[in-house]
Structures are given as structure tokens and as C-alpha cells.
T-cell receptor, first 117, second 114 residues
């Protein structure tokens, strides 16, 4: 079955620790995204990548880092510089569409809930 | 820049009653519009989308939304809701400019009561 997987489902972190959230897709999509979801605030874009070895900052990139070494994988590292990391993190992917336009449907993974203790 | 406003954070409604979830957007360029649904502790699923053509779009489970350019709205409606429709619903807009980020509203929690 094609889809997006995120692991782990729940993650607990002590203050000052870096943690890495996994996102894998087997949909052969070029574009991948990371969102953060907080209650009452909807989804906010952290980073996105349109193609392997390239990624761009979203609206709230501070305190986060990503890599895109493989088409299927787009891991997100939450660093100790992120002041309020407790949130629900969602990964998504989409095709690039014609002329590099990102207008196609984004498919979402099941999410990772990160709690800082 | 673009933005999305979902006017109601919580919408309780009785089973088999009609419902409307409101969404307004602002954008300086033409847009694509989406409604996503999220069940508890799950990712988002696309419910329906407006890209071009007919302004009324429908989903397979009875929801519909109408793109109104003059009122910059994309309200979601269903004539008769079921308990299983209880979820959070997000409106999103994608601008046609070079930035092309998907911007989400803050969400509306629909609770269907027996």
C-alpha cells in the first residue's frame, strides 16, 4: 500500500535534547513538507522540499532542521533551540505538478506527538 | 500574502441536521481552495478542492463547498450530518503566485450530537 509513515507516534523529550522525527513516503512524490499543529492555531509550515537535496524554510523554521538525502525520506530534527517544541507534527507529500507548481493535493502522514518533559 | 479565517472554532449540531462551516480567505492572486478533515490523533485527509471550473464542488460522503469569489468565501455544507462526521475541519488556500505555500485556517471542531 502506498502512503506516508511517521515514527514514532508518541515521543517524549527532556529539555535540552535534540530529537529527530521520521517521515517516509512510497508515493514517488517529489515534494515533502513538515507542519506543526497547536490547538486553535491550525497547521503552520516548518520546512518544505521540492526535490532531493533541496529544502526551504517555512513560516516557523527557527529551532528546526531537515535533510532530504533521499526522495522517500524527509526527517525533521527538533533542536534544543526550539523554545516550545511540545506539539503535534505532521509530514505531507505531493507531486510537483507541471512547471514545478506545488498545486497538487498534499497527502498527510498520521503525525507524531512530541512532548517535552 | 494570503490568509484563511474560519469563523467558528466549535460547531455542535444534532444528528441529521444540516451544517455549514464557514471559511473566508484573502489573497492578492487567484487561489486554489481545499477542505481537509482530521479525526482524533490522525493526519489530515482531503475532503474536497476547488481548482477551476464549476464553483460548486462535492465530496463522496455528502459534503459540498461553493467558491464565491466576490465574497472570498469557500463555506462547507452538508444537508444531513452523521455521528461519524465528528472531526476537525480545516480550510486551506494555495496561492497561484511563486511562493505557493498552503495556508491553513485555525480549524473548526464539528461535534455531531445524538
Amino acid at each position: 500500500d502506498g502512503g506516508i509513515t511517521q515514527s514514532p507516534k508518541y515521543l517524549f523529550r527532556k529539555e535540552g535534547q535534540n530529537v529527530t522525527l521520521s517521515c517516509e513516503q512510497n508515493l514517488n512524490h517529489d515534494a515533502m513538507y513538515w507542519y506543526r499543529q497547536d490547538p486553535g492555531q491550525g497547521l503552520r509550515l516548518i520546512y518544505y522540499s521540492q526535490i532531493v537535496n533541496d529544502f526551504q524554510k517555512g513560516d516557523i523554521a527557527e529551532g528546526y532542521s531537515v535533510s532530504r538525502e533521499k526522495k522517500e525520506s524527509f526527517p525533521l530534527t527538533v533542536t534544543s533551540a526550539q523554545k516550545n517544541p511540545t506539539a503535534f507534527y505532521l509530514c505531507a507529500s505531493s507531486t510537483r505538478g507541471l512547471a514545478g507548481n506545488l498545486h497538487n493535493e498534499q497527502f498527510f502522514g498520521p503525525g507524531t506527538r512530541l512532548t517535552v518533559l | 500574502a494570503q490568509s484563511v479565517t474560519q469563523l467558528d472554532s466549535q460547531v455542535p449540531v444534532f444528528e441529521e441536521a444540516p451544517v455549514e462551516l464557514r471559511c473566508n480567505y484573502s489573497s492578492s492572486v487567484s487561489v486554489y481552495l481545499f477542505w481537509y478533515v482530521q479525526y482524533p490523533n490522525q493526519g489530515l485527509q482531503l475532503l474536497l478542492k476547488y481548482l477551476s471550473g464549476s464553483t460548486l464542488v462535492e465530496s463522496i460522503n455528502g459534503f459540498e463547498a461553493e467558491f464565491n469569489k466576490s465574497q472570498t468565501s469557500f463555506h462547507l455544507r452538508k444537508p444531513s450530518v452523521h455521528i461519524s462526521d465528528t472531526a476537525e475541519y480545516f480550510c486551506a488556500v494555495l496561492g497561484s503566485g511563486s511562493a505557493r505555500q498552503l495556508t491553513f485556517g485555525s480549524g473548526t471542531q464539528l461535534t455531531v450530537l445524538p
